[in-house]
């Protein structure tokens, strides 16, 4: 393990074994003690922020983001449709949800007596670092919530002070469906990884990117999500075209849905993969020369 990467690690483990001890902040004594989430996304940050016993419950897909991306750390939390009639039974005194929360739920929130924290949704490594700051605070949690985005910053700056040898013109293609461009999570993964999301460039645009459409730009590296939290859709089937097996053979390369599409700090771990993919692409390629 790299030096800044091991410093971030232990940082977090000395927070984490320190929180609620006897020098907790004034803000973790006065932390809500029934958090409600309701999005997934918000699920995976109160799971890592806040301790289990202070979770009234997280949304019914919390489980499989979970278990994509550490297992087993929701085992026991309650879960919630978002209905409310779940809300009236949590009675939590905050509710965590994207910024499209309806106005419904904020006044039935508000008449249980919960504060409604609405979280945005992230496009690059910077509203990460605002959204988990914004979460860690409203769960009393913003030592923790530090120590997890020194961990993304020190994986970040490890990709930054080691780039790949060549640079390998990636795409996100899983199908034929939406592709991210310029602006999205998925490109500000890309890029800190030391690729080319060819979909960002001139000329290219997010939207339908067809078979016919792939071949033309010729990526090098085809990344390959787009089904729902690991599980089987018509686009994978699609992505299983025979022309695609063929040409990108030992060039497709699985990527974490939930770490691409929610702002977190595991985004970070998302380019450090895709960086050790790049890497053995291109050691295959110079040992085939």
């Known amino acids: 393990m790299r030096p800044a990467l091991r410093a971030a690690v232990i940082g977090i483990a000395a927070v984490l074994a320190g ?93 249980v007596g919960a504060r409604v924290v609405a979280v945005k949704d992230a496009d690059n490594f910077a509203d990460i670092r605002d959204i988990v700051r914004q979460v860690g605070e409203a769960v009393g949690a913003p030592a923790r919530a530090e120590a997890l985005i020194a961990r993304m910053d020190a994986t970040l700056a490890d990709l930054a002070a080691h780039p790949p040898k060549r640079r390998l013109r990636v795409v996100a293609w899983s199908g034929g469906s939406a592709v991210p461009g310029k602006g999205s999570l998925t490109d500000a993964i890309i890029t800190a990884a030391g690729g080319i999301n060819i979909a960002a460039q001139p000329g290219h645009s997010e939207g339908s990117f067809g078979v016919e459409e792939l071949l033309a730009a ?68 110079e040992a085939a020369r």
Request: hydrophobic share 45%.
């Open 19 to 111: 929180a609620g001890g006897p020098m907790a902040s004034a803000a973790e004594r006065a932390a809500p003690q029934r958090i409600m989430s309701l999005n997934l996304c918000t699920d995976l940050l109160v799971l890592q922020l806040a301790p289990k016993s202070r979770i009234a419950s997280v949304s019914f897909l919390a489980h499989d983001g979970a278990q994509a991306l550490f297992p087993g750390l929701d085992a026991g939390v309650p879960t919630n449709r978002g209905s409310a009639e779940d809300i009236v039974r949590a009675k939590p005194d905050l509710v965590l949800d994207s910024e499209l929360a309806s106005p419904f739920i904020r006044t039935l929130a508000g008449k």
């Open 218 to 285: 010729r990526p090098e590296l085809l990344l390959y999500g787009g089904a729902a939290l690991g599980k089987p859709s018509l686009l994978t089937d699609e992505a299983q075209h025979r022309v695609v097996r063929t040409l990108y053979a030992g060039r497709r390369i699985a990527y974490n849905d939930v770490a691409h599409t929610c702002g977190l700090p595991q985004s970070a771990d998302s380019a450090r993969d895709l960086r050790q993919a790049m890497e053995a692409v291109i050691a295959k390629q």
